[in-house]
């Protein structure tokens, strides 16, 4: 698929923010990767391309617009947790949306983990690496922590949380029906802003909660 055809499918999701070249062609190289390696292992469940660009392209470039802010907006730099990441979603779109962030993209499955390295590689991605384990065996904290269409989301939202620092944030991708099950997981040592909906989603959000 051609940037083109990738810009245009991601216009619900970016809204008026014009996609740089250079972004436009490392979406387009993403997306071929995943692809191919998902021909020959299950990284998504969603197959055509176009549905991969708006279920995760889309989704997880809408994120990076709530959560980090315009693209070429001045920002210090931060640190950003994925717990999950699996095909890398939204980790490798948010730091393809701001190349300052420092990033650890957290996998258990070491296939997954392999095919994250791999990303990185090919689309040269500095200040960013791969946590191969689980998120609990990580030891450090993050400014940002995020946490996206994972299994057993009721055991793994405690452990993200965890990986929160002081007065850091929680970046969730969810159903609108999640909030108040996360909000009681969480508890009173976090602070909820309120949640954005997710454009051409059914009933999903972003919804950032921060370490008080």
Partial sequence: MDTASITQLLRPFTREVELSGELQEQLRLYLDLLLRW???????????????????????????????????????????????????????????????IHLTLIESQNKKATFLREAIRTLTLDSAEVFCGRAEQWGKTADLVTLRAVEKFERVLPVAAGLVAPDGRLGLFLGENQLPKASEILGEPFAWSDAVPIPQSDGRVVAIAVRR
């Fill in 38 to 100: 998902n021909a020959r292992m299950n990284l998504t469940a969603v197959r055509g391309p176009e549905q991969i660009i708006a279920r995760h392209f889309g989704e997880s470039l809408f994120g990076a617009r709530v959560l980090l802010g315009y693209a070429d907006s001045p920002q210090t730099t931060i640190t950003v947790a994925d717990v999950g990441s699996g095909a890398g979603f939204p980790g490798i779109p948010l730091k393809l949306w701001k190349p300052q």
